[in-house]
Antibody, heavy 120, light 111 residues
Framework: DVQLVESGGGLIQPGGSLRLSCAASGFTFTPYAMNWVRQAPGKGLEWVSFVSSSSGIIFYADSVKGRFTISRDNAKKSLFLQMNSLRVEDTAVYYC?????????????WGQGTLVTVSS | QSALTQPRSVSGSPGQSVSISCTGSSRDVGAYNFVSWYQQHPGKAPKLIIFDVTKRPSGVPDRFSGSKSGNTASLTISGLQVEDEADYFCCSHAGSYTLGVFGGGTTLTVL
């Protein structure tokens, strides 16, 4: 079965940094583009960042551009999100999500999420 | 404020049908046939239930169906079951440099 397991969340002060990880299993990781999507408490989903299968194409939402860096290690079947200069409004559950090969804007598998709380 | 507009809540009785709308613009929902829907139970990860406006992944019951007219997409759930009670989110392709814009989510209550 496809599994995505996030880790690395926690409580951090504004201006701080965190690195999230997502471990993939149950499928061939390399061919798939991956994403981070977040959900603030009681709010809707927000796409955060995309990385192509070879890391050659990377996109960010305007809200995190210049502060967050997405990366992946295909050998270790892992996805990462380095978050710097964190703001209170970055507080959310962060999900890693696989981009389906079958359609655009289609995230076919999601992890359980890791909570990031930015607060003083 | 989310890019796509969904009703905050809908409700129905077991066996009935409900529809959830997802209104965007000519830059997203109206421009592409790439709308997906996700079901999320409390504390759980979202689950893909509709993609490319009308398609269902394997394992999703045919009680779930999708459609689109102009800038509005819709999810219809027929023969409501208690286990359908969840939050539902829509997502649309919105062009280059973004992988998708989401709706704010709709809470379905099965009375």
């Amino acid at each position: 079965d496809v599994q995505l397991v996030e880790s690395g969340g926690g409580l951090i002060q504004p201006g701080g940094s965190l690195r999230l990880s997502c471990a993939a299993s149950g499928f061939t990781f390399t061919p798939y583009a991956m994403n981070w999507v977040r959900q603030a408490p009681g709010k809707g989903l927000e796409w955060v960042s995309f990385v192509s299968s070879s890391s050659g194409i990377i996109f960010y939402a305007d809200s995190v551009k210049g502060r967050f860096t997405i990366s992946r290690d295909n050998a270790k079947k892992s996805l990462f999100l380095q978050m710097n200069s964190l703001r209170v409004e970055d507080t959310a559950v962060y999900y890693c999500a696989r981009l389906s090969s079958r359609g655009a804007a289609t995230f076919d598998y999601w992890g359980q999420g890791t909570l990031v709380t930015v607060s003083s | 404020q989310s890019a796509l507009t969904q009703p905050r809540s809908v409700s129905g009785s077991p066996g009935q049908s409900v529809s959830i709308s997802c209104t965007g613009s000519s830059r997203d929902v109206g421009a592409y046939n790439f709308v997906s829907w996700y079901q999320q139970h409390p504390g759980k990860a979202p689950k893909l239930i509709i993609f490319d406006v009308t398609k269902r992944p394997s394992g999703v019951p045919d009680r779930f169906s999708g459609s689109k007219s102009g800038n509005t997409a819709s999810l219809t759930i027929s023969g409501l079951q208690v286990e359908d009670e969840a939050d539902y989110f829509c997502c649309s392709h919105a062009g280059s440099y973004t992988l998708g814009v989401f709706g704010g989510g709709t809470t379905l209550t099965v009375l």
